[in-house]
């Protein structure tokens, strides 16, 4: 069985900032890209960031620039670093990391931005 526990969401003002983070735990050899996903209330699933096992990274349109990705191999945890928040920011995100056969995802963590 394999955990993925979201942590670090929560209430904040436009400008503001958040961390993510999202550690996996299991009988877990070996994970690959991790990652960070959104979804709006009505509206589609977006990806926020991605980074490889090697460090690589990839954002999503509407996020970069103001995310930051990050991982601890040793923690099996993935980051997502947030600043100058913005309303439409608001979503729950969920993490999520790859194996060889598989996508494990975390349940979830709300991030919600006033304006």
């Known amino acids: 069985q394999v955990q993925m526990v979201e942590s670090g969401g929560g209430l904040v003002q436009a400008g503001g900032s958040l961390r993510l983070s999202c550690a996996a735990s299991g009988n877990i050899f070996s994970i690959n890209d991790m990652g960070w996903c959104r979804q709006a209330p009505g509206k589609q699933r977006e990806l926020v960031a991605v980074i490889s096992s090697g460090g690589t990274t990839d954002y999503g349109n509407f996020v970069k620039g103001r995310f930051t990705i990050s991982r601890d191999n040793a923690k099996n945890t993935v980051y997502l670093h947030m600043i100058s928040l913005k309303p439409e920011d608001t979503a729950v995100y969920y993490c999520?990391?790859?194996?060889?056969?598989?996508?494990?995802w975390g349940q979830g963590t709300h991030v919600t931005v006033s304006s």
């Open positions: 999520y990391a790859d194996t060889i056969t598989s996508r494990m």
